[in-house]
């Protein structure tokens, strides 16, 4: 009996340990009628520094393998909890081993935020091409039409030297930005329409999935968040998560692909995150994600 025990309980030591730390590529496709090809979007949420192999190549590399045509970082690329140098020396070499990929993009995340810092890191990815969204709407133009691109700065955005202590989140400030951003995108959208191009979807950058039923009220028609590490543990199919922040126990939007009945041109994309190291919190049965987005013709 005792060998028995001691057996499964390598096994379930190894399962945790391959759940915790093999990065795994996830696949969601949308269906948007103005497409008339396939547009390939990898989300990368939650790195927090982390280690991924010697200049992070094995996150290079998926990311590669998945031949994106739009990278989309949505928070807490940074964390000054990891020892040495590593908080911007990791993030550094992924953004060097990614740059030449595709048009990149970037919005804040609260670690973003709480570790300081924000203007060298902003620098960074501006560095290497990657635009930060400031509370804004760009556009990305394909052969077959455009892209409307928006990214909303983290709720910690604002509060300066406070956001260290981790003292709340600004909700009515990140609403009224939330609204000044939809605005922008709508006016964006108005514009092309008068020009005769055609605008192939609206996508929103953001880190919290916990304001979603802030985002239904505007018409975008794809919205991509992190920030709730798949939920940290799972045991499906019983429990699909079981904590995230800012959705405490049994979190809804954990991870995945989730149509927002309130809003029926709006799908929410929520990454699990890539990383394992920083939080301290052991991933079960919850792999680091690398989240590909394709945007696809309607399937007739």
Same mark, same amino acid.
């Given at each position: 009996?005792?060998?028995? $025990?001691?057996?499964?309980?390598?096994?379930?030591?190894?399962?945790?340990?391959?759940?915790?730390?093999?990065?795994?590529?996830?696949?969601?496709?949308?269906?948007?009628?103005?497409?008339?090809?396939?547009?390939?979007?990898?989300?990368?949420?939650?790195?927090?520094?982390?280690?991924?192999?010697?200049?992070?190549?094995?996150?290079?590399? *998926?990311?590669?393998?998945?031949?994106?045509?739009?990278?989309? &970082?949505?928070?807490?690329?940074?964390?000054?909890?990891?020892?040495?140098? *590593?908080?911007?020396?990791?993030?550094?070499?992924? @953004?060097?081993?990614?740059?030449? $990929?595709?048009?990149?993009?970037?919005?804040?995340?609260?670690?973003?935020?709480?570790? +300081? /810092?924000?203007?060298? *890191?902003?620098?960074?990815?501006?560095?290497?091409?990657?635009?930060? @969204?400031?509370?804004?709407?760009?556009?990305?133009?394909?052969?077959?039409?455009?892209?409307?691109?928006?990214?909303?700065?983290?709720?910690?955005?604002?509060?300066?030297?406070?956001?260290?202590?981790?003292?709340?989140?600004?909700?009515?400030?990140?609403? *009224?930005?939330?609204?000044?951003?939809?605005?922008?995108?709508?006016?964006?959208?108005?514009? !092309?329409?008068?020009?005769?191009?055609?605008?192939? !979807?609206?996508?929103?950058?953001? /880190?919290?999935?916990?304001?979603?039923?802030?985002?239904?009220?505007?018409?975008?028609?794809?919205? @991509?968040?992190? /920030?709730?590490?798949?939920? $940290?543990?799972?045991?499906?199919?019983?429990?699909?998560?079981?904590?995230?922040?800012?959705?405490?126990?049994?979190?809804?939007?954990?991870?995945?692909?989730?149509?927002?009945?309130?809003?029926?041109?709006?799908?929410?994309?929520?990454?699990?995150? +890539?990383?394992?190291?920083?939080?301290?919190?052991?991933?079960?049965?919850?792999?680091?994600?690398?989240? $590909?987005?394709?945007?696809?013709? &309607?399937?007739?």
């Amino acid at each position: 009996m005792k060998r028995k $025990l001691n057996k499964l309980f390598i096994l379930f030591s190894i399962v945790v340990i391959t759940s915790c730390r093999t990065i795994r590529t996830v696949s969601y496709d949308i269906e948007e009628e103005r497409v008339s090809n396939e547009i390939r979007i990898v989300q990368i949420s939650d790195f927090h520094s982390n280690d991924f192999g010697k200049d992070e190549i094995k996150i290079i590399e *998926k990311i590669k393998k998945a031949r994106p045509d739009i990278i989309a &970082i949505t928070g807490d690329l940074f964390d000054e909890r990891m020892k040495g140098d *590593k908080p911007f020396k990791n993030v550094e070499a992924l @953004l060097a081993g990614i740059c030449d $990929l595709c048009p990149g993009f970037f919005v804040t995340g609260n670690h973003d935020f709480s570790d +300081l /810092h924000i203007e060298k *890191k902003y620098a960074m990815l501006e560095q290497y091409g990657f635009k930060v @969204l400031h509370d804004e709407a760009v556009s990305l133009d394909f052969a077959q039409g455009t892209v409307v691109i928006s990214g909303v700065e983290d709720p910690y955005f604002g509060l300066g030297e406070r956001a260290a202590l981790k003292v709340g989140d600004d909700r009515v400030s990140y609403r *009224k930005r939330l609204a000044a951003v939809a605005q922008k995108t709508d006016a964006l959208v108005r514009s !092309f329409a008068e020009d005769g191009r055609t605008v192939l !979807f609206t996508m929103l950058l953001v /880190h919290r999935p916990e304001y979603v039923n802030d985002y239904v009220k505007y018409d975008f028609d794809v919205i @991509l968040a992190g /920030h709730a590490h798949g939920g $940290l543990w799972r045991f499906p199919p019983f429990i699909n998560a079981l904590y995230a922040p800012g959705q405490g126990m049994f979190p809804k939007y954990a991870g995945g692909k989730y149509v927002l009945k309130n809003n029926t041109r709006s799908v929410m994309i929520v990454s699990r995150g +890539l990383s394992y190291q920083q939080p301290k919190i052991v991933r079960i049965f919850n792999n680091p994600e690398l989240t $590909l987005v394709r945007v696809i013709p &309607i399937k007739k």
